[in-house]
């Protein structure tokens, strides 16, 4: 029996974080040699508030240029820095063979409002303008099938992607979702919009059921009863809960890939297993 081969394999990218300890860079590099053979789109590498973890992202992109086969997305903000400096952080990912940019607002210190930096660029679609003055990155924005939280509306929301877009991003790369309808129902308004572009969604196999409601609380994302259902009772059973989250985050795929959906990006976590694992069940294979 060969189930699921109505399909062929997606297209899929993956998202890491820079490590702040030593034990975390081992963890990291762990899992991008485990997922490396998979041989993604390519790698994205987070940036932290107001660019609090600039150099670590900088080294971290610097590492996979020189020792794997990956290709590199930087994350960029606005946060806390002037245009110039932002600028800088762009000729120099430029110099060193980066050439596609994950353009963000950011946010604030935790508990602060966004403010714009007085000499910087005020939002998302600034910076991707102000990007393409700098050289011919592709650039990918983050789109929000559940509204950003602090939009006024979803269809002021839908306004600002179609900005960053026209201002000469190639694609949206959407927050986390666990409503797979939610995603679809979010493309299909953009698409009569009048966008065009590929909005890849953002998928996040979660294992840890605590987690997801706290990334959802975060982002505004909604938090379907049958995901507590599914992992209701399984507190101290990791292993069954690695199973279910694998099973949710393929059906997940699944379901999108019969809507005509053929990209997708991971967030990884930094944890390799959960990922490859699903990666193969949707006919991923690794790469010698």
């Not at 002037?82 to 935790?110: F, K, M, N, Q, T």
């Amino acid at each position: 029996m060969q189930p699921h081969r109505l399909f062929a394999p997606p297209a899929i990218s993956f998202e890491f974080f820079p490590p702040k300890t030593e034990a975390l860079e081992t963890q990291l590099w762990s899992c991008i040699r485990r997922l490396e053979p998979l041989k993604p789109r390519f790698v994205s590498v987070t940036y932290g508030a107001g660019g609090s973890t600039q150099e670590r992202t900088h080294a971290t992109i610097t590492r996979l240029l020189a020792e794997t086969s990956l290709i590199p997305a930087a994350h960029l903000t606005c946060v806390g820095a002037s245009r110039d400096e932002v600028d800088a952080v762009a000729r120099r990912y430029w110099a060193v063979g980066v050439r596609h940019i994950v353009a963000l607002r950011g946010d604030p210190p935790s508990g602060a409002a966004y403010q714009p930096h007085p000499h910087g660029y005020d939002f998302a679609v600034d910076l991707v303008a102000g990007l393409k003055r700098i050289g011919d990155f592709e650039i990918s924005v983050a789109a929000y099938p559940e509204t950003h939280p602090q939009a006024s509306s979803p269809d002021a929301d839908l306004d600002n992607l179609k900005r960053k877009l026209d201002a000469g991003a190639a694609n949206a790369i959407t927050q986390v979702f666990f409503d797979t309808h939610k995603y679809l129902d979010f493309l299909n308004r953009a698409r009569a919009a009048g966008i065009t572009a590929p909005i890849i969604p953002g998928i996040m196999p979660v294992s840890n059921f605590a987690q997801a409601q706290r990334i959802g609380a975060m982002g505004g994302t909604s938090v379907p009863a049958w995901m507590a259902d599914m992992f209701d009772g399984l507190d101290d059973e990791p292993d069954t809960r690695q199973l279910v989250a694998a099973s949710i985050a393929a059906e997940q795929v699944r379901t999108l890939q019969a809507n005509g959906v053929t990209e997708f990006h991971f967030y990884t976590l930094n944890r390799a297993d959960l990922t490859y694992a699903i990666a193969r069940i949707l006919g991923v294979k690794p790469h010698a």
